[in-house]
């Protein structure tokens, strides 16, 4: 089992930043890669970014954060972040992370095994 705890939501304007994390407890976080999803109402969850187990140059980003996110994560620390930058109104959602007992990042919501309980993003115009 891993239990992963997201954190670092909030409120901010059109434009600025934060910063998520994700601490994993229970298993070996180095196992498992990780993903960055969201959810805003009345639609379904979405792929943001991934990182394999290694972290380093492998992960990947969905076109509509490119350029502005990006996903790092630290396996002393058992932790995986989610810096977010220039954000936009249409960022806003429930932010997820998860956890794939595999090497490589995946954007298929099915194949992570692990899931935390979100924390809110909400960007205003």
């Known amino acids: 089992q891993v239990q992963l705890v997201e954190s670092g939501g909030g409120l901010v304007q059109a434009g600025g930043s934060l910063r998520l994390s994700c601490a994993a407890s229970g298993r070996t976080f180095s196992y498992y890669a990780m993903g960055w999803f969201r959810q805003a109402p009345g639609k379904e969850r979405e792929f943001v970014a991934g990182?394999?187990?290694?972290?380093?140059?492998?992960?990947d980003y969905a076109d509509s954060v490119k350029g502005r996110f990006t996903i790092s994560r630290d396996n002393a620390k058992s932790t995986v972040y989610l810096q977010m930058n220039s954000l936009k109104p249409e960022d806003t959602a429930v932010y997820y992370c998860a956890a794939a007992n595999r090497i490589f990042y995946t954007r298929i919501v099915a194949l992570y095994d692990y899931w935390g309980q979100g924390t809110q993003v909400t960007v205003s115009s």
């Open positions: 990182i394999s187990r290694s972290g380093g140059m492998s992960h």
